[in-house]
């Protein structure tokens, strides 16, 4: 069993309240618009880390990230890219990923509108978090976590704090 912890847009702010929502997560996955180097460093000293750079991210993180993930936790396999797109309206790229890739889990970014649904087309479990930072048009801070058992993933929770609570 391992306790996953997902965020994404951060544009280089972590909110304090990250820490304590992700304080029993195994490891922690971003979404992309990291924003700068601090801000992923800060997540890596905190917990096992792994990222996808975005649109916003600099040269720096683009050496450190790529642009898309594909890799397993437990017996799930997950594809990890900031531009995906949703269900039914896959950004092209995301598409082709998916097709290849045959993931049961989709993770991405971009569109700072905190998604969660299951692809019938696809058969994946669909996850966008929302942004985390404080730019962008999202009236709330959001984020994910959730375990992943085997094959199965179960015990989503939303943080979900108003943009104007430091």
């Keep these: 069993m ?13 909110h304090p309240r990250t820490y304590e929502f992700f304080k029993d997560c ?7 618009d990291i924003g700068n180097f601090e801000s992923a460093e800060a997540l890596r000293k905190f917990k096992p880390f792994q990222a996808v750079y975005g649109n916003i991210d600099g040269g720096e993180l683009r050496m450190m990230f790529h642009r898309d993930l594909v890799f397993f936790v437990e017996k799930v396999k997950v594809v990890m890219t900031h531009i995906g797109g ?11 990923l998916i097709t290849k890739e ?30 985390a930072g404080k730019y962008g048009l999202h009236k709330s801070i959001t984020m994910v976590r959730f375990v992943v058992e085997g094959e199965q993933m179960k015990n989503l929770e939303v943080l979900d704090i108003p943009r104007n609570e430091n």
Excluded: C
């Design 86 to 96: 949703y269900p039914g309206h896959y950004e092209k790229t995301a598409r082709g």
């Design 26 to 32: 195994d490891e922690i996955w971003h979404a992309g």
């Design 2 to 14: 391992i306790r996953i912890g997902i965020l994404s847009d951060t544009h280089s702010f972590i």
């Design 102 to 131: 045959k993931p049961q889990l989709f993770v991405t970014g971009h569109s700072h509108i905190l998604k969660v649904m299951f692809d019938k087309k696809y058969q994946l479990l669909f996850i966008n978090p929302g942004a």
